[in-house]
């Protein structure tokens, strides 16, 4: 049983945490090798019920057996003239029930119907790029063409400096299961804290020496929440999905709601540095070095006393106001009657921004405006002296590293400079037509955002309207931007089916000259990371590269072999004129590829690319068309 306070034979405050951490580590343990000896009963007999299952599923014979065996009984070849045209079967539940009767046709296909689908290997589909997972450039995932003794698997295994995923040490699934119902039996039957239970999983072996939860995404219980748990029937009878299980957030720490300043820090971890990015949880601007998604709001150094407010003009707000209080007059009194939380909630606006008028203070805080100044007066003054005392601008100095983004520019807001290179200069050119074409018979400069090769800014450039979609009351002139397909999401419809040279991207639609198809969508990766030369192992095996340079000087790669969308099948023209082109633009603050059309294509016709000689010249192997 937990330990309290009584049991402890030493008031001495360490030697009875010293107390209180040995009973709980004794406790859990306890119910550890509870959990497991209940756990061992119930795998063995859950085991033997599958294995017999198993083999009464057997002995019943599937639906497949069964039509096996009626074809065997009439002796026929099964593609013989005179075999039936059906044959009658039954469906079985799991417990080998019959659960219902139904008739088969049986249609013979004869195998030259069949012709085989070209080379495929297995792509993600995505809407977005990602980064490359780093772990599996530093240790293989697994073994490409398993069966092809042709593929240079020594060759391409060399390439990974951390050996092989799959003899790494893993943890035996069943270990976690004993750990997680330790944790709930500790908490939920037992009664202890999240912080005595974390201390024991963090120093004792058989709960992994492992903090309950270490960061966002580790620690046991986030382990442990990552994968589905067996139905186990423990020692009681009761299965674990209806034990009570534990508390939304245990463990993790959650601040007071009335704590806006922790609240905000929170939520702040969810989104994206890219101030623009909506996406939650965003993989692809983090660092991964960085805990935190988005860079923490640090609490604001304040640069007032509370006396130099009475310096400010203005006139009392009421009989409550801090203007009456006269340096003799700052009677700490009526705290008894503001709610803590108020007080709570006053800290937090503090820490975001000291210096806000008392009279403001007041009404944010639902407190008196004296008291929100005698708070103020004494948790803030000295510190405003004590910076006022040290080297200038030291304290600023500190936060500023904090803030400065560690993260790739260009990403985040830096004054008026929202992309690198991006000033308001966009919003003084008018035309964002598709290079710069006459409008009213006036020839327009072309815009500075797609000379720049970027996508307007729907919060820059206001001028060309981008960030209205069509004219409205407010903007009965606008001409939509056309400087802005790929973040609207236009694109066009795309058919992947056989062509000359393996799979190839068909127009799914008509598309017009210049009309964007689509984004090419891959895994973004560094060429002079090593990652690729393992990878180019494949391509040399396959003969099919999907990686995609982003300009002369650029070292991003776009590499759609593992994820991407339809563009990643759009064939080289050759020996024919590509009716497509591919080129970088920076949308939003991040390098894209992006495919449109040079002409009109027709519903049905091939889309091609050049590749380019470089390409061909190193790719000699491959047949050029
Ligand atoms: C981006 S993939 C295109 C889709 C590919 N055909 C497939 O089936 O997945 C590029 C690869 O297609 C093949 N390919 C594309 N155009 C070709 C051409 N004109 N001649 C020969 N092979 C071509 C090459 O193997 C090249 O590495």
Request: glycine share 6%; net charge negative.
């Amino acid at each position: 049983m937990p330990s309290s306070d009584s049991e402890h034979e030493s008031d001495d405050p360490d030697t009875v945490l010293t107390i209180e951490y040995k009973t709980n580590c004794e406790t859990a343990h306890d119910v550890f090798f509870a959990v497991r000896a209940e756990f061992a009963a119930w795998k063995e007999g859950h085991a033997q019920f599958r294995l017999q299952r198993f083999a009464s599923e057997l002995h019943v014979g599937s639906a497949a057996e069964r039509f096996q065996v009626s074809v065997d009984a009439l002796d026929l070849d099964p593609v013989s003239p005179g075999r039936p045209n059906c044959l009658d079967v039954v469906e079985y539940d799991d417990d080998g029930e019959i659960v219902g009767v139904g008739r088969i046709d049986l249609i013979t296909i004869e195998p030259e119907h069949f012709i085989s689908h070209p080379p495929y290997q297995f792509c993600t589909p995505s809407t977005r790029n990602l980064n490359a997972r780093m772990i599996d450039n530093y240790s293989a995932p697994f073994i490409p063409y398993p069966e092809d003794p042709s593929f240079l698997r020594d060759r391409y295994l060399e390439y990974f400096p951390g050996g092989y995923q799959w003899v790494a040490d893993m943890l035996d699934p069943d270990e976690e299961v004993l750990r997680y119902e330790t944790v709930r039996r500790l908490h939920v039957e037992l009664g202890l804290s999240a912080r005595a239970i974390d201390e024991v999983a963090r120093n004792k072996d058989f709960l992994g020496r492992c903090a309950l939860r270490r960061s966002n995404e580790s620690g046991l219980l986030w382990d442990s929440s990552q994968r589905d748990f067996p139905p186990v029937i423990w020692a009681d009878g009761v299965i674990s999905s209806r034990k009570p299980q534990l508390p939304p957030h245990f463990a993790q720490k959650i601040p007071d709601p009335n704590d806006i300043f922790g609240q905000i820090n929170r939520s702040l971890k969810t989104f994206c540095a890219n101030l623009n990015c909506l996406v939650h949880g965003c993989k692809v601007h983090i660092d991964p070095d960085w805990e935190y998604f988005t860079p923490p709001v640090l609490r604001k150094q304040s640069l007032l006393t509370s006396n130099e407010f009475f310096a400010q003009p203005g006139n009392a707000c009421g009989n409550d106001c801090f203007r009456w209080i006269s340096e003799n007059d700052m009677v700490d009194d009526g705290w008894d009657d503001v709610p803590i939380g108020n007080i709570a909630f006053l800290q937090s606006i503090l820490q975001l921004d000291p210096d806000i008028f008392p009279c403001d203070l007041a009404v944010i805080c639902k407190m008196t405006c004296r008291h929100v100044f005698i708070y103020r007066k004494e948790n803030i003054d000295d510190v405003v002296e004590d910076a006022r005392e040290s080297p200038a601008g030291e304290n600023n100095k500190k936060s500023n590293t904090r803030t400065s983004q560690t993260i790739n520019q260009p990403l985040v807001h830096v004054g008026k400079q929202r992309w690198k290179g991006c000033n308001s200069t966009c919003a003084k050119n008018i035309s964002c037509s598709p290079t710069g074409k006459k409008r009213r018979g006036k020839k327009l400069k072309e815009c500075a955002c797609r000379a720049a090769m970027r996508e307007c800014d729907p919060e820059l450039c206001t001028a060309c309207n981008a960030r209205h979609l069509k004219s409205d009351a407010t903007h009965p002139q606008t001409t939509k931007c056309t400087n802005m397909d790929v973040t609207r999401g236009v694109s066009k419809s795309v058919i992947v089916k056989r062509s000359r040279y393996g799979l190839g991207a068909f127009a799914g639609e008509d598309i017009k000259a210049n009309d964007l198809i689509g984004e090419y969508i891959g895994e973004l990766l560094d060429d002079s990371e090593e990652p690729l030369v393992h990878r180019g192992v494949i391509q040399e095996h396959s003969k099919l590269n999907y990686c995609f340079g982003t300009g002369p000087g650029s070292p991003t790669v776009v590499d759609a072999q593992w994820l991407g969308n339809p563009m990643r099948f759009l064939n080289d023209s050759k020996p024919r004129k590509p009716n497509c082109t591919a080129y970088p633009i920076i949308v939003n603050g991040e390098l894209k590829v992006v495919i449109r059309a040079l002409k009109c294509i027709k519903m049905g016709r091939e889309l091609t690319l050049s590749y380019g000689p470089e390409y061909w010249d190193n790719h000699a192997d491959v047949k050029k068309g």
